[in-house]
Structures are given as structure tokens and as C-alpha cells.
């Protein structure tokens, strides 16, 4: 099948949305709970590369990647023809019931890429959300433990046991109570908001961490040690040098395991393949989804094999986790990755970013941080002088980009962070235009 070539180019012909996003955006209000929100506006006509052209001919830059998924870019050719090949051949029959090799060969390419050369097994899932609720079955099996520790500012999903696991209140928990007992929230690392010497802001962290599971928890009840390594709805908060090690360590050093949530980090989006690679973090288990499978819904989770192999027969499973169709897609986005490079890619689009988003930065105070790895980079904004949030200059930031054809998606806490989080296929002049219409969104203030 011929390829459809998508123009790598910035095209706003119609306000923003348009007349034809406009009707269906009258027609999603009609028929589509109000519960679920809309970053940008426009209904989508096709995608690919570094951009998203709309239902109105307009042509937007991509800064979002779906929120880390297509990292491989929108309909990857690899992707398409490992779908297609996958549909024609069978497209369920659920795993559970009768296995098919895609699943299989999954598993391995987890084993093998995530952190650690130890033996791994994985098992397959349809969602963030579900691969971190197995992440604490199987954690909780194998310690015979029950609590859980996360972290202040995490996000890890919005099934009830993941809602409890979230730190933010609104908009992910607010009237969805009660939460599952035995989560317990302990002090982020965040070098810009701690209150302390930023210098010693991880050593000062694990002290109190150790000290709250010690007199509030007590190591011997602690199951698992659940972190993102790069916070992503949070704000993009990475920890300090340090800090991950110190938790893997004090996990480890307890009997509890070292649970990483790699779902927003992981498949080359920070300039590693996952997150913990930056300082060599072994987790016990990893979880994954996102940018896996090229846009098709997948999810993992891998661990030390011993700690995978503890649940029972049929403790685990689902009737479409690691669907034939996904699987496909994501052997033929994992082969995309590695061939083409894209975490060496991640890095120089980080890179580019860092030193254009520092330029910024150095020119406008109501940035009061840029922070990041690799292609995972995001501007934390302020009341210029202070360090308190400035929700208003974000929603300014992203409506003037958006009216210029640039998505951009926010994140964070207080609402006043946004994150850049482009596919990394995005041609170099496409992110470099986007982010100059980001100079002129700030100048605008
Ligand atoms: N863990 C670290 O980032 C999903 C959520 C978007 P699901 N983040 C995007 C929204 O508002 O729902 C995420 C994550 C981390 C888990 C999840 C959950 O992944 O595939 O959305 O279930």
C-alpha cells in the first residue's frame, strides 16, 4: 500500500476551530459526557510525523505525542505494516485461551530492554493504570505485605486502587472516594519547591522518607516502593541525583521491591530507552504503556522473574491485555526505535530544546524553571521573582500557541507547568518553529 506523505509544515487556514471542527465539536457536547476534557480544540483528520492537519485543512505542530505515546510518530510505517499483516491474519483470542507468538515476542523485547540484565518475565496488560494495579498484586503476593508507598505530586492512573495512588486531588479524585486502604504518600525530592537547601534536597528527602515508613508504616509492612522516575503529570519534577538509588536501596535493604512506573518515561522518550537507565536503577518491576505500541492500547509489566513467577496460575490476566494487534504494533514500534535510533534522536531534540527553553527562560522571569531529560522537557511558570504558580500565564501560553497552529499540553500540580513531549520523528525545523511561536506566546504576555 502506498504511504501517505503527510507535508512536514506549520498551515492555519481557518480560525482555530475551524467551521467543520466547530459542528463536530457541537456533536461531541450532544452525545460525549462532559466529564472528559480536550487539550486543542480541533477534531483530527490525519496525523503523521511531526503533525496533526484537522478536519479543516489546518496543519498543527505536535508537541504532544498523544501524550508520550507515538513517540515513533502517528501511523509509523513499520507499525502500520505489522497491523495490517496482524488484522488479515486473526485479531483475538485472547491470550488466556489460546496463545499466539506476537505476545510472546513482547515479553521478550521487555525482558530484554528494560533496566537490568538479571532474568526477567512480563506480563501484558491494556492500560497504564492496569499494569500498575498489577505491579501491587504481584508486589503484594511476592512480600506478602500490603503497603504501598508513592510519592507526593505522582500520577499512576485513574482506576480506583491508581486514583488513591495519585497525589492530585481535582481533576482526578474529587468525589470518586473512597480510595483502597494502605497507600501511603511520602515527600517528593522537587529541588525548585523544597524547603530546604536545594543542594541537599534528595539527601534531606530519603532521611525524612526513611524516618515517615519507619515511625508511621514500619518497613516490615511495606510491600513496594511505587516512583515515576521523571514525575509526568506532576509537572515534570525530576529528582535529584540520588534520590532514585537512595529509594531503590532503602526498598531493597527492607524486603520491600523497587516498583519504577516508566509508563510516561519509558520507550526512548528521555534519551535512555526508560528513565531509570540515567543512573543505572535496577527496579524489581517496571511498568510500561504509552509509547509501546505506536498509538494501539498495550501495557507491561516486567520484574525480576522469581518475583513475576510467585503469583498463582491464572492470578493474572484479562480478556484483551496483550491483544494480537497490539502486540504487533508495538514489535514493529520497538523495531523503529532501535533502527532508527530515536534515543539518540530523543536527545538531540532534548538538546535543541534545552537550549532554546534556557534562552527563554534568561529572557522571561515568569519561567521559573526549565526542566527535563532528553525529549521530555517542560517550563515551570511563575509570578515573576517568586516561586508561586502562575496557572494564568500557562493558559495564556498554550491559547496563543494553539491560535498558531502549535499544541502544546500542560501539566502539573499548581496547573503552571508545560510540558513538550514532541514524537521523535518531528523534523528539526518543525520543532524549531514551534518553540519560536512559544518566544512570541511569552513576548505576548
Ligand atoms: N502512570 C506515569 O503518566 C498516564 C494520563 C492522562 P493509562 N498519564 C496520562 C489522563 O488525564 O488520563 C499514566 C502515567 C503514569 C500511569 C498512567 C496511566 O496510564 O494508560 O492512562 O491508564
Same mark, same amino acid.
Given at each position: 500500500?502506498?504511504?501517505?506523505?503527510?507535508?512536514?509544515?506549520?498551515?492555519?487556514?481557518?480560525? &482555530?476551530?475551524?467551521?467543520?471542527?466547530?459542528?463536530?465539536?457541537?456533536?461531541?457536547?450532544?452525545?460525549?459526557?462532559?466529564?472528559?476534557?480536550?487539550?486543542?480544540?480541533?477534531?483530527?483528520?490525519?496525523?503523521?510525523?511531526?503533525?496533526?492537519?484537522?478536519?479543516?485543512?489546518?496543519?498543527?505542530?505536535?508537541?504532544?505525542?498523544?501524550?508520550?505515546?507515538?513517540? *515513533?510518530?502517528?501511523?509509523?510505517? #513499520?507499525?502500520?505494516?505489522?497491523?495490517?499483516?496482524?488484522? =488479515?491474519?486473526?485479531? =483475538?483470542?485472547?491470550?488466556?485461551?489460546?496463545?499466539?507468538?506476537?505476545?510472546?515476542?513482547?515479553?521478550?523485547?521487555?525482558?530484554?530492554?528494560?533496566?537490568?540484565?538479571?532474568?526477567?518475565?512480563?506480563?501484558?496488560?491494556?492500560?497504564?493504570?492496569?499494569?500498575?494495579?498489577?505491579?501491587?498484586?504481584?508486589?503484594?503476593?511476592?512480600?506478602?505485605?500490603?503497603?504501598?508507598?508513592?510519592?507526593?505530586?505522582?500520577? =499512576?492512573?485513574?482506576?480506583?486502587?491508581?486514583?488513591?495512588?495519585?497525589?492530585?486531588?481535582?481533576?482526578?479524585?474529587?468525589?470518586?472516594?473512597?480510595?483502597?486502604?494502605? %497507600?501511603y504518600r511520602m515527600p517528593m525530592a522537587y529541588p525548585f519547591r523544597w524547603l530546604g537547601d536545594p543542594a541537599e534536597c534528595a539527601a534531606q528527602a530519603l532521611d525524612l522518607i526513611s524516618h515517615k515508613i519507619e515511625k508511621e508504616i514500619g518497613f516490615q509492612?511495606?510491600?513496594?516502593?511505587?516512583?515515576?522516575? &521523571?514525575?509526568?503529570?506532576?509537572?515534570?519534577?525530576?529528582?535529584?541525583?540520588?534520590?532514585?538509588?537512595?529509594?531503590?536501596?532503602?526498598?531493597?535493604?527492607?524486603?520491600?521491591?523497587?516498583?519504577?512506573?516508566?509508563?510516561?518515561?519509558?520507550?526512548?522518550?528521555?534519551?535512555?530507552?526508560?528513565?531509570?537507565?540515567?543512573?543505572?536503577?535496577?527496579?524489581?518491576?517496571?511498568?510500561?504503556?504509552?509509547?509501546?505500541?505506536?498509538?494501539?492500547?498495550?501495557?507491561?509489566?516486567?520484574?525480576?522473574?522469581?518475583?513475576?513467577?510467585?503469583? =498463582?496460575?491464572?492470578? #493474572?490476566?484479562?480478556?484483551?491485555?496483550?491483544?494480537? %494487534?497490539?502486540?504487533?504494533?508495538?514489535?514493529?514500534?520497538?523495531?523503529?526505535?532501535?533502527?532508527?535510533?530515536?534515543?539518540?534522536?530523543?536527545?538531540?531534540?532534548?538538546? &535543541?530544546?534545552?537550549?532554546?527553553?534556557?534562552?527563554?527562560?534568561?529572557?522571561?522571569?515568569? %519561567?521559573?524553571? *526549565?526542566?527535563g531529560r532528553g525529549a521530555m522537557q517542560a517550563i515551570e511558570l511563575v509570578i515573576p521573582g517568586t516561586t508561586e504558580p502562575n496557572p494564568a500565564a500557562m493558559q495564556a501560553i498554550v491559547k496563543y500557541c494553539q491560535s498558531k497552529g502549535v499544541l502544546l499540553?500542560?501539566?502539573?500540580?499548581?496547573?503552571?507547568?508545560?510540558?513538550?513531549l514532541p514524537p521523535l520523528v518531528m523534523p528539526e525545523q518543525l520543532l524549531r518553529e514551534a518553540l519560536s511561536i512559544l518566544d512570541e506566546a511569552l513576548a505576548a504576555l
Open positions: 500500500m502506498p504511504r501517505r506523505e503527510i507535508p512536514q509544515q506549520r498551515v492555519v487556514k481557518t480560525a &482555530i476551530p475551524g467551521p467543520k471542527s466547530q459542528e463536530l465539536i457541537a456533536r461531541r457536547s450532544d452525545a460525549v459526557s462532559a466529564a472528559l476534557g480536550m487539550a486543542i480544540p480541533v477534531f483530527v483528520k490525519e496525523a503523521g510525523g511531526g503533525v496533526i492537519v484537522d478536519v479543516d485543512g489546518n496543519s498543527i505542530i505536535d508537541m504532544g505525542a498523544g501524550i508520550a505515546v507515538v513517540n *515513533v510518530g502517528n501511523s509509523a510505517d #513499520l507499525v502500520i505494516d505489522r497491523v495490517v499483516e496482524q488484522v =488479515h491474519a486473526f485479531t =483475538h483470542t485472547c491470550f488466556m485461551v489460546a496463545p499466539y507468538q506476537g505476545y510472546v515476542d513482547v515479553c521478550e523485547a521487555l525482558n530484554r530492554l528494560t533496566p537490568g540484565k538479571h532474568k526477567k518475565k512480563s506480563a501484558l496488560f491494556n492500560s497504564g493504570a492496569e499494569a500498575v494495579e498489577n505491579a501491587i498484586k504481584v508486589a503484594r503476593v511476592f512480600t506478602k505485605r500490603s503497603a504501598v508507598i508513592v510519592f507526593e505530586h505522582g500520577y =499512576h492512573g485513574r482506576t480506583n486502587l491508581t486514583m488513591g495512588m495519585t497525589a492530585k486531588n481535582m481533576p482526578y479524585k474529587e468525589g470518586f472516594g473512597p480510595f483502597a486502604p494502605e %497507600i509492612n511495606v510491600a513496594a516502593i511505587v516512583i515515576e522516575p &521523571i514525575q509526568g503529570e506532576g509537572g515534570f519534577i525530576v529528582p535529584p541525583k540520588g534520590f532514585l538509588p537512595g529509594l531503590a536501596k532503602l526498598a531493597k535493604d527492607n524486603g520491600a521491591l523497587f516498583v519504577a512506573d516508566e509508563v510516561q518515561t519509558g520507550f526512548a522518550r528521555t534519551g535512555e530507552m526508560f528513565g531509570c537507565d540515567d543512573e543505572g536503577v535496577i527496579p524489581d518491576l517496571i511498568t510500561t504503556a504509552k509509547g509501546i505500541a505506536g498509538g494501539l492500547p498495550l501495557a507491561g509489566l516486567t520484574g525480576r522473574a522469581e518475583v513475576m513467577d510467585s503469583v =498463582h496460575l491464572s492470578g #493474572l490476566g484479562g480478556t484483551f491485555g496483550g491483544s494480537p %494487534i497490539s502486540c504487533a504494533a508495538a514489535l514493529g514500534a520497538i523495531e523503529t526505535i532501535e533502527r532508527e535510533n530515536l534515543v539518540e534522536r530523543a536527545r538531540e531534540i532534548g538538546a &535543541i530544546m534545552v537550549a532554546e527553553l534556557g534562552a527563554m527562560a534568561a529572557k522571561y522571569p515568569v %519561567i521559573g524553571e *526549565v526542566r499540553l500542560t501539566a502539573g500540580t499548581y496547573s503552571n507547568v508545560i510540558r513538550f
